[in-house]
């Protein structure tokens, strides 16, 4: 068997711009890497991005492709464990009745998807516009490539820093994307509460009344000091914000090339 696996070209699939860079060999090596500019539009947001996810696919010509779908594109629900639901598809049907009554008619033309969870825990579900899903499939398809997965920021980062956690404390972890934080929120590494919301440049000094009103409305206690902060790229300027609030500063895992302080901001499609 050759250990020279075919070059991966990871993406990560935001409203301001898309982020590519390509991993190689048994590694995962970093090779190259490039921000490309998402021009506004006025149909619906997702599609935006497409022409630059185009534009990279052109540029690097892979071989596969991972993408990394940015908060913007996708709702959250945390389903807990229910006894009388038997398989995967009763939670789906369960999940479909949350985003109906949440989103109205917009949520009949989603897809869901289950977390895998340990049997017996709450599971998260994930619903973004079938549409989109057809159109990064046929772009991908297009350019002659495979299309290995498609999954949320949450899905690739949930875990950064090592945060399976084996005893009972909580946990809360706050991931950053321009645009948008998600407050995930777990106890003895069940999920409890999952919500991303649209944020400002002064999200940082803003944190602490923002997760006050995240733990209000999932019926918790205000977190303490041990909130987890993901937020590859910030400014130094935020990170000092962030620091002189208390909360822990994340950084993405380095090694393979890869170099948080060169290239954290790509941090998105690198974990994907």
């Not at 947001?45 to 908060?71: I, M, N, T």
């Not at 499939?137 to 495979?146: D, I, L, Q, R, Y």
């Not at 400002?200 to 206690?221: H, N, P, Q, T, V």
Request: with cysteine; net charge neutral; charged share 20%.
């Amino acid at each position: 068997m050759s250990l020279l696996l075919p070059e991966t070209l990871h993406v990560f699939y935001a409203p301001g711009s898309v982020l590519a860079l390509t991993r190689c060999g048994w590694r995962g090596r970093l090779g190259a890497s490039r921000r490309f500019a998402v021009a506004p539009g006025t149909g619906d947001p997702w599609r935006e991005p497409l022409a630059s996810l185009g534009a990279a696919l052109e540029e690097f010509q892979p071989r596969r492709v991972r993408l990394v779908l940015s908060h913007h594109f996708v709702q959250f629900r945390v389903l807990p464990r229910r006894d009388d639901l038997g398989g995967d598809a009763d939670y789906l049907a369960l999940a479909g009745l949350e985003f109906s009554n949440a989103f109205g008619t917009m949520a009949e033309s989603w897809t869901t998807a289950l977390s895998d969870e340990s049997p017996g825990q709450p599971r998260v579900a994930c619903a973004m516009a079938s549409g989109l899903l057809l159109a990064l499939g046929e772009a991908v398809a297009g350019a002659g490539a495979k299309l290995l997965a498609v999954q949320p920021y949450l899905a690739v980062a949930a875990d950064v820093g090592g945060r399976q956690s084996r005893g009972s404390g909580w946990q809360w972890l706050v991931l950053h994307e321009p645009g948008r934080v998600c407050v995930a929120v777990r106890q003895a590494a069940a999920w409890r509460w999952v919500r991303h919301v649209r944020v400002g440049d002064d999200w940082a000094l803003r944190l602490g009344s923002l997760l006050e009103s995240e733990a209000l409305l999932a019926g918790l206690e205000v977190p303490g000091s041990a909130v987890q902060v993901f937020a590859p790229g910030a400014a130094s300027e935020v990170c000092s914000a962030l620091r002189a609030g208390g909360y822990q500063l994340l950084e993405p895992k380095e090694g393979a090339g890869f170099e948080a302080a060169r290239d954290g901001a790509f941090a998105p499609a690198w974990l994907g």
